[in-house]
């Protein structure tokens, strides 16, 4: 190949090219930094910028397109986020509405076994107040060990001083003992609405003890609840009516075992106040306190019996004689015993029922908020009410609820309510010593 022809022949090319093109030095002066330009050269100049304003242009544009694609992408997941936070918010509504409802038909199932449970024992109510009591120690204390197992509860929460427990326990014994003797005579409606003085005595103890303030609907809900009791307990005071040939001593014993309850439950409060501070900030276990409360409240449930089976007439001679009467009648094996119909089944149904009602109405709160739990069980009372009016097994006669009681048990509902509406945030219900 021939290299020298073949350089000739790209020389010659290259020149006429420039001819073509016209291609003239550029000529510096000394004051002057102008030159000549070539048309087509700024022609092309103009060209090439025209079409990079276009290329940038259309990037521009693609880039703009590729950034909303990008936000289209990225908003996708959001969208699918919120759908699913619906979706969940949903379930969890109605896993609250479902839990609100099992407490309410849980509430108006312990008040009327309750009643039914007395059918059978209702000469031997403090022994089934001891079984009852010894059932939740039982429960209670096995549910403590293995939360002790899992490290749940620690020794520092065991070491809380049990001086306190004693008294819950002492108070809680005679409110069970106290009611189960008054529930064994009073008629199935006046249970439940006596019932309701807690409230009151909740109130006033707490304030007294625990100088707490309460909001100014939480005090007129409280005097409703007093009217309504006052109104419920008057419409049985002649003939025909509710609580007629009922002895005085037994309403006035529900509702003063009603005080002794609510004395517990401010004891227990009080107890979780002063373990926050003895365990620099961390909550006592629930099941500390409730475990050794019944661990106290069986012993004293035992040791009160000879006292209580005098509100009954058993001398305390007869008291051994009577817990062993009680127990044959408690499992009335083969249903022969006389006056006991009913048992083990309605006592053991009522102990379960019970147990589920407590377990229920905490789960509420947990999942909720105190204040629908407390609405829950006071939708069940006059629901109760309105049953165990109606013929029941093993209480075929039924109850005539009279006007009055009706009225009663209205102010009473509408007490409750009021005392469970939401505190603005200007009344807060707090200590005086915080």
């Not at 009603?258 to 002063?274: H, R, T």
């Not at 500390?288 to 019944?294: D, I, K, Q, W, Y």
């Not at 009680?326 to 053991?348: K, R, S, T, V």
């Not at 009016?389 to 006669?397: A, D, G």
Request: proline share 5%; charged share 10%; with cysteine.
């Amino acid at each position: 190949m021939d290299f020298s022809s073949t350089f000739l022949s790209i020389s010659s090319q290259a020149s006429l090219l420039c001819r073509a093109i016209d291609v003239k030095p550029v000529n510096y002066s000394l004051f002057s930094r102008t030159r000549t330009r070539n048309p087509l050269r700024a022609s092309c100049a103009v060209n090439f910028r025209n079409i990079g304003s276009v290329s940038r242009v259309y990037e521009k544009r693609i880039s703009n397109l590729s950034h909303i694609l990008m936000r289209s992408s990225a908003f996708l997941p959001i969208l699918a986020s919120k759908r699913e936070t619906e979706l969940n918010s949903g379930i969890a509504d109605a896993r609250i509405v479902a839990a609100a409802a099992a407490t309410v038909i849980l509430a108006v199932a312990n008040r009327v076994l309750y009643k039914l449970a007395l059918v059978p024992m209702r000469q031997y109510p403090f022994f089934l107040a001891q079984v009852t009591t010894f059932g939740y120690v039982a429960v209670y204390f096995s549910i403590l060990y293995v939360r002790c197992s899992f490290g749940i509860v620690t020794k520092e929460m065991l070491a809380v001083p049990k001086s306190r427990f004693m008294a819950i326990g002492l108070l809680e014994a005679l409110g069970v003992a106290c009611g189960m003797s008054a529930g064994a005579m009073l008629p199935g409606p006046a249970i439940p609405i006596l019932s309701q003085a807690f409230l009151v005595w909740q109130l006033v103890l707490s304030v007294l003890i625990l100088r707490r303030r309460y909001s100014l609907n939480q005090i007129l809900g409280c005097l409703l609840v007093t009217a309504g009791v006052i109104l419920a307990v008057a419409s049985g005071s002649s003939d025909g009516q509710l609580l007629s040939g009922i002895e005085f001593l037994w309403p006035a014993l529900m509702v003063i075992s009603s005080a002794f309850q609510a004395g517990a439950s401010i004891l227990k409060e009080f107890v979780f106040i002063d373990g926050a501070k003895r365990l620099q900030g961390k909550s006592l276990d629930i099941f500390v306190v409730n475990s050794f409360g019944s661990g106290f409240q069986a012993l004293f449930v035992f040791l009160l019996l000879p006292f209580l089976s005098n509100l009954r007439g058993i001398p305390f001679t007869q008291l051994p004689q009577y817990l062993k009467y009680g127990a044959a009648c408690f499992l009335n094996i083969g249903g022969h015993m006389a006056d006991c119909e009913g048992a083990p089944f309605l006592p053991l149904l009522f102990i379960l029922t019970n147990m589920a009602f407590n377990i229920s109405l905490l789960n509420l709160v947990k999942m909720s908020s105190a204040l629908l739990s407390s609405l829950a069980a006071t939708l069940g009372v006059p629901l109760s009410i309105y049953i165990l009016s109606l013929p029941l097994p093993y209480i075929p006669e039924g109850t005539t609820l009279n006007a009055f009681f009706v009225i009663g048990t209205a102010i009473l509902v509408s007490g409750l309510t009021l005392y469970n509406l939401p505190k603005s945030g200007n009344q807060p219900h707090r200590n005086r010593n915080d």
